[in-house]
């Protein structure tokens, strides 16, 4: 279902920006408030609950068995998937996965596959003949705005307090899941003319275009991406890479302090 | 159901093997309202399993063909997340989950006031976060919790509740082991304010008598689950101050 | 409304719930009738008046009655005639006949486009749900500025109050134009710190409305105004 934009949103979002100021009062680059559970599910082998103010996302990690690719007989795989499924938002409609929830998947399933904090090879069983599957499935639970930052971070703090189940597999005694880092997102949006982190609901449905950054441990990028309609200069990507810079770094410090517990 | 005779299901104390009696159900919590998004949301806990509803309407009936001319259409959707089991699911709709989803929607249909709504659909949908047997009645309390805190007119709510046999014994509301390994289920909604019944399924083998003590375990479940789900909703939004 | 419930008791009831006896009394909305007793079919307030027995519903969308006003957003436009989103569960169909300005055949674009807001009054609906309204009237208009803010329905008259007591005293104390329309929008205007002030009072309405949290907050900031 395309979304109807009213017209007086986008005029307000205009007006706001000009006073450097948002619709629920927040500065430009403050972010709403976030909350993360990890371990919140029976049967997932990992998992995370993220509330990002109207947003709710839950993240499941699941493990299976398979045959190495030939080319690469020691490697194990690691696969992301979301869906945007119609519980999320009235403008989602029931079918098969829409463009919007395969791009949400890919650029979570980039940022931690580039990232290097899982390492393949470390997921074989027996060369040639058996490696694990790391599975995770992002599911959305409610939209209430930039969802990509929340999927990001129940993905990766559910891999990291996932437990690999060996022992069901009969190949071992269970153990957590080697990961080696935590790659975070940071998305903007361009409501009003200029760059909010963190977009709300209101602001992504008034606003432009969007780009998502993922920042490894060591400050690196290892996911870009630009969606939606709309053009930005290499000034304004510099200032929002400052701010997600400043941002994942947050972030990390609440995903280790879960995984403590 | 399984029938594997030889797994034991029942100690020599005659308690099950998680220690509950034989007419005793697992904990159940549940919270309304707890998706932003919605119209109307629930989210039930019960033993291990988690379901989620968010109802979403009335809106106008699209695609055209499934409009009534004479009351709303109640939509369902039963969804089981890939990580909700013990081997992933692969996302999509399965045999299953839309028989379900047929079987959940004509049981609220029979309480919701649809004549209300002519041409329109109220969108229910149902996400099982984590299964552990059971998940279609506890889908089915998420839902009509859901639906009342949507403010959807309904002459009573619906409660799904499921008793089952295990080793000749007949139990109340079967766990997974209970599940796979015994010999009947039987999940239904009942309607707690009239005692009538809007949902009903079974497989297995029940006698007669067996059914008979299976139902007054379900109803007798249900008027203790009814009573969490008033409370939810009063939580939600019973006064402060007065 | 609002005022009338402090202090009383206040029963919150769920569908199937049973109210009570029906002898002598009369099932309002929200109630039905049912072996000699009234069940309850909706979640709400138990409300008696006159020998009617109702529930006010605590959250219910929105149902267009005819006379009501109602900030409608452009969601498709014809040749002769535009359709509204108006926060219902269908669209709502302007006339080119039943609008403010001589329109021509195939001009309706040039006064009113997607997306664009509009105060209008409903015409007419039926009992299938089709929904005309019409633009003629005074103060119906094009809403050109401001913005508009959601409210679920049934907290409409909480916000105005008695009498519109509620809104005058939050225009007086915002120095905003505001409008709460009977489809659960509130059209509101005036600079971006008052606007802030009105969004404000509009959110704690929302988020605790049902415990006299917002009339609160309005005296509070009617008293901060005065000291200053």
């Not at chain 1, 709300?200 to 490894?216: M, P, V």
């Not at chain 3, 005639?81 to 021509?104: C, H, I, R, T, Y």
């Not at chain 3, 309405?205 to 509070?220: I, K």
């Amino acid at each position: 279902m395309v979304e109807l934009v009213p017209t007086l949103l986008r005029q307000e979002l205009e007006r706001l920006a000009a006073e450097n100021q948002r619709i629920d009062g927040r500065g430009q680059w403050d972010s709403r408030d976030v909350s993360l559970e990890v371990d919140c599910l029976y049967n997932a082998e990992g998992s995370a609950k993220v509330v990002w103010g109207d947003t709710i996302i839950y993240a499941g990690v699941k493990f299976e068995i398979r045959t190495p690719w030939p080319d690469r007989p020691t490697q194990g795989s690691l696969m992301c998937g979301a869906e945007l499924r119609p519980v999320a938002h009235r403008k989602y409609e029931p079918g098969p996965p829409s463009p919007q929830s395969i791009e949400l998947g890919r650029v979570v399933d980039r940022g931690i596959r580039e990232s290097g904090c899982i390492d393949m090879e470390k997921l074989c069983i027996v060369p040639g003949e058996k490696v694990w599957g790391v599975m995770i499935d992002i599911h959305v639970l409610s939209d209430g705005g930039n969802i990509f930052d929340a999927a990001g971070l129940a993905a990766i703090a559910a891999l990291r307090t996932a437990v690999v189940p060996a022992e069901r597999f009969d190949v071992g005694e269970d153990h957590r899941l080697l990961v080696n880092g935590s790659p975070i997102m940071a998305s903007f949006t361009r409501a009003g003319g200029r760059f909010v982190y963190d977009p709300s609901e209101e602001e992504e449905l008034g606003g432009d275009e969007r780009i998502h950054i993922t920042l490894g441990d060591e400050g690196h990028l290892h996911s870009l991406q630009k969606g939606l309609r709309g053009v930005f200069t290499p000034s304004e990507f510099a200032e929002i890479l400052a701010v997600a810079e400043q941002k994942c770094t947050k972030l990390r410090e609440m995903v280790a302090e879960k995984e403590g517990n | 159901m399984g029938g594997y005779g030889d797994v034991k299901l029942l100690r020599d104390d005659g308690k099950r093997l998680d220690g509950r009696t034989v007419d005793e159900m697992r904990p159940v919590s549940i919270e309304a309202g707890v998706l932003p998004a919605a119209d109307g949301s629930a989210m039930v806990t019960h033993g291990l399993n988690v379901a989620v509803a968010a109802v979403y309407g009335p809106m106008e009936a699209h695609p055209r063909k499934i409009q009534r001319q004479d009351r709303a259409v109640i939509d369902v959707r039963y969804n089981m997340a890939p990580f909700s089991t013990g081997d992933r699911i692969r996302p999509g709709f399965n045999r299953r989950s839309r028989e379900i989803s047929k079987v959940t929607a004509e049981a609220l249909e029979s309480v919701v006031l649809v004549e209300r709504y002519p041409r329109s659909k109220i969108r229910v949908e149902i996400e099982i976060l984590a299964a552990e047997a059971g998940t279609r009645c506890v889908g089915l309390t998420a839902a009509a919790v859901a639906l009342a805190d949507a403010g959807i007119p309904m002459r009573d709510m619906i409660v799904g509740v499921a008793s089952g046999k295990i080793e000749d014994t007949v139990v109340l509301d079967l766990d997974k082991a209970e599940d796979n390994y015994g010999q009947a289920d039987l999940p239904v909604g009942i309607l707690p304010n009239t005692g009538e019944i809007a949902f009903l399924q079974m497989d297995g083998d029940l006698s007669i008598e067996e059914f008979n003590l299976a139902m007054k375990y379900n109803f007798k479940a249900a008027s203790e689950i009814h009573v969490l789900m008033v409370d939810a909703l009063k939580r939600r939004y019973e006064r402060g101050d007065n | 409304m609002s005022e009338g419930q402090v202090g009383a008791e206040q029963r919150l009831v769920t569908p199937g719930m049973v109210i009570g006896p029906s002898t002598g009394k009369h099932a309002g909305s929200g109630a039905i009738a049912q072996n000699e007793e009234f069940i309850a079919t909706r979640l709400g307030w138990l409300n008696e008046q006159n020998d009617v027995v109702s529930v006010r519903p605590i959250n219910s969308a929105y149902m267009p009655r005819s006379g009501d006003l109602i900030v409608g957003v452009v969601a498709e436009v014809r040749n002769n005639l535009w359709f509204f989103d108006v926060n219902g569960p269908f669209q709502a169909l302007l006339p080119m006949s039943l609008a403010p300005w001589k329109v021509e055949f195939g001009s309706t674009r040039q006064h009113l486009g997607i997306g664009d807001a509009a105060l209008a009054r409903v015409q007419e609906v039926d009992e299938a749900h089709n929904m005309v309204l019409t633009m003629k009237g005074i103060g119906l208009r094009r809403l050109n500025e401001g913005c508009v803010i959601a409210i679920p329905v049934n907290l409409i008259d909480t916000l105005r109050g008695e009498n519109n007591s509620m809104v005058s005293r939050i225009r007086d104390l915002s120095d905003c134009r505001i409008i709460v329309a009977d489809n659960g929008r509130v059209w509101v205007h005036g600079d971006a710190d008052n606007m802030f002030t009105v969004r404000g009072l509009i959110q704690t309405l929302v988020d605790e409305g049902h415990m006299n949290n917002f009339e609160n907050a309005v005296h509070a900031l009617e008293q901060q105004r005065g000291e200053n």
